[in-house]
């Protein structure tokens, strides 16, 4: 915690402020041991493209990883803003710290994960069967 810029111990507080040293990235080892790469809820430094920008706005984004997709990725930042920034327009990401185990350690993540897909498996068997036989104009005969 001491090894926190001061812009990033609250976000550290309000996610309840976990033990940083039993999440750190392991580079280094037997590869089954290693973990490292960006993991939701990282809190990150993000330096973007200066031509993509307006003159006079920064170039530094801080805040906290809520997700990354092929071509965003999804920041809350330390004015509490939900942002997506385009990947094209990022030049440099500066891990601050882990807050959550790597995603293959991460029960609680898999829990959810788990849950959200039979929920989302559950709402398509709903909407298949209201929508059965609806939808047959398209067939001959």
């Not at 293959?104 to 909407?127: M, Y």
Request: aromatic share 4%; no cysteine.
């Amino acid at each position: 915690m001491s090894d926190l810029p001061d812009w990033a111990k609250s976000m550290w507080e309000e996610l309840g402020s976990p033990e940083l040293s039993e999440v750190e990235s392991v580079h280094t080892g037997d590869l089954m041991g290693r973990r490292h790469g960006l993991r939701k809820d990282d809190i990150v430094e993000i330096q973007l493209d200066a031509r993509s920008l307006r003159e006079g706005d920064e170039t530094w984004v801080k805040g906290r990883l809520l997700s990354s997709g092929k071509s965003s990725i999804e920041l809350l930042t330390i004015e509490g803003e939900h942002i997506y920034l385009a990947r094209e327009v990022i030049v440099r990401i500066v891990l601050i710290a882990h807050t959550r185990p790597a995603y293959i350690d991460d029960k609680e993540l898999l829990e959810f994960e788990r849950a959200d897909q039979k929920r989302r498996s559950n709402l398509h068997e709903r909407v298949e069967k209201k929508t059965k036989g609806n939808d047959d104009s398209h067939l001959w005969g």
